[in-house]
């Protein structure tokens, strides 16, 4: 059932080259040889546009920062597992160097909530 789902669902060139394959577990396999690399190239593109981008001085903060959620969603659909910790702190490297005071508040009062957590 699964296998005629998978298919239906298909191009007409694709399904004419897995139509002799028997089993869904066979068809997934042989489209992720396919079109794996694909999804790898991807990933690497995101990865690269995240870690080059910087917030020019002038641009709004919204913006930018919607920008970097976007790149980090991109780089979750494509299956990077990022922690959200780690997501923060990746956006605050990327802000100029007019905001290191809001880093550095930031970052004491995150560091004062783990200690009152720890009490």
Known sequence: ??????????????????QSMESAYDILE??????????RAAKLA???ALLN????????V?????????????LEVLGANIDKDTQVEMILQTLPDSFQ??????NMNKMDSGVK???
């Open 1 to 18: 059932m699964a296998r005629c789902y998978i298919l239906a669902s298909m191009s007409n060139v694709l399904q004419h080259q897995h």
């Open 46 to 48: 995101a990865m690269k």
């Open 117 to 119: 957590k720890a009490k």
């Open 62 to 74: 919204r913006d930018h920062v919607l920008k970097m959620m976007s790149l980090l969603n991109e």
């Open 30 to 39: 042989n489209l992720k040889e396919m079109f794996g690399d694909q999804n």
């Open 101 to 106: 005071q809001f880093r550095l508040n930031y």
């Open 53 to 60: 981008t910087k917030m020019v001085e002038v641009s709004s």
